[in-house]
């Protein structure tokens, strides 16, 4: 037992230096016992977070989809996901720490791997918004992301410490307990209906990154 804690450990630890690289890696091109090992390790400590102005910078992602109507018009109607708090109180989107060694689209998306398993496209940023956090009283700068999801994982890191559900737009005001959150899922909503800046289902966007 002692042995493969020590092994168990090792292998972590590996996982946790590779992690940069791996995540950069296209999932197609990587092992499938690979790939599985790098969605079930969750990047921890705070060595690496960015700091600007005396303000840890913090992102995250607003996952949705479209999901069809049972209405006759078979409208798509927009859906997002929330995941609960590690504290167990309350939903939320998934958001952590801007890292040094990444861009702030890649510590959204990784952020969001990590904790509500599902990988998509990002689009244009929102934000951003300051608040102090309750357990540290640190201020924090946040800035969010839409992301359309195409991919549910089955295993991902903080599976056993969180529950993922998608809810509707209205459902989402209501159980999401950040204020500043709640905020940027209407700015979401709010450049949605602009035409230069409406959000598109999967098959455009995958088109637009063919293109």
Not at 1 to 26: A, G, H, V
Not at 76 to 87: G, K, R
Not at 94 to 112: F, Y
Not at 129 to 138: A, D, G, M
Request: aromatic letters at 10%; a positive charge; charged letters at 25%.
């Amino acid at each position: 037992m002692r042995c493969f804690s020590f092994y168990l450990t090792n292998l972590t630890n590996l996982l946790n230096f590779l992690f940069p690289f791996l995540i950069k890696i296209p999932s197609k091109c990587l092992p499938v016992q690979i790939e599985n090992m790098v969605n079930l390790v969750s990047r921890t400590g705070r060595h690496l977070q960015r700091y600007e102005k005396g303000y840890r910078l913090v992102v995250g992602c607003i996952p949705y989809r479209y999901k069809k109507s049972q209405e006759p018009t078979s409208v798509e109607e927009l859906e997002v996901l929330v995941i609960s708090a590690q504290n167990g109180q309350g939903m939320l989107f998934p958001k952590g720490g801007w890292e040094n060694d990444e861009c702030m689209e890649e510590a959204a998306k990784r952020e969001t791997e990590e904790e509500a398993g599902v990988i998509g496209v990002v689009q244009e940023k929102l934000g951003p918004w300051h608040y102090k956090s309750k357990r540290s009283c640190i201020m924090h700068e946040s800035y969010m992301f839409p992301l359309l999801v195409h991919k549910e994982l089955d295993c991902w890191p903080e599976k056993n410490i969180r529950k993922r559900r998608w809810v509707s737009i209205n459902e989402a005001r209501e159980v999401c307990h950040n204020w500043w959150m709640r905020e940027a899922l209407e700015e979401l909503l709010t450049k949605s209906k602009s035409p230069s800046t409406k959000l598109g289902n999967l098959e455009q966007m995958q088109q637009l990154l063919v293109n």
